[in-house]
């Protein structure tokens, strides 16, 4: 396994990218709006991870709610699997609570789903298992 990328909400990506990429220097390769999530989504590649930086697209995005109440920060931690389907089946025989059951389609159309912070300490985390076409 390893760290795929860190979600860091931000209310713009544009304002946002004038940190990430004008002045610490990381190049932002893709941009897409997640529908399914309601974000507009920005990464940049940090060595053999990202920075994926999130917008809301509408007033009901978790990450509108997010930055309600924190203002921005960091929003979850994705980390690789190679089966999605396999680790969470792991999680649930833990009995780790998990906001998706099943996977859905994420950014790059990565299949990826969220465990819920109360089973991590308060982080939420996503699982990601890379599109390899
Ligand atoms: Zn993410």
């Given at each position: 396994?390893?760290?795929?990328h860190l979600g860091i909400a931000t209310k713009g990506i544009d304002e946002a990218l004038k940190f990430w990429a004008d002045a610490l220097?990381?190049?932002n390769v893709h941009i897409e709006?997640?529908?399914?999530?309601?974000?507009?989504?920005?990464?940049?590649p940090l060595g053999e991870s990202r920075i994926e930086l999130?917008?809301?697209t509408s007033e009901d995005?978790?990450?509108?709610?997010?930055?309600?109440?924190?203002g921005g920060g960091i929003h979850h931690i994705a980390v690789e699997v190679e089966d999605i389907e396999a680790a969470?089946?792991?999680?649930?025989?833990?009995?780790?609570r998990l906001i998706d059951e099943e996977p859905r389609i994420g950014a790059e159309g990565c299949l990826v789903a969220f465990v819920h912070p109360a089973a991590a300490n308060g982080v939420l985390?996503?699982?990601v298992q890379e599109n390899k076409q």
């Open positions: 396994m390893k760290i795929n220097g990381l190049e709006v997640v529908e399914d999530q309601k974000v507009r989504v920005a990464m940049l999130l917008e809301p995005s978790p990450i509108s709610k997010f930055l309600e109440k924190r969470l089946a792991k999680l649930k025989r833990a009995g780790a985390l996503e699982l």
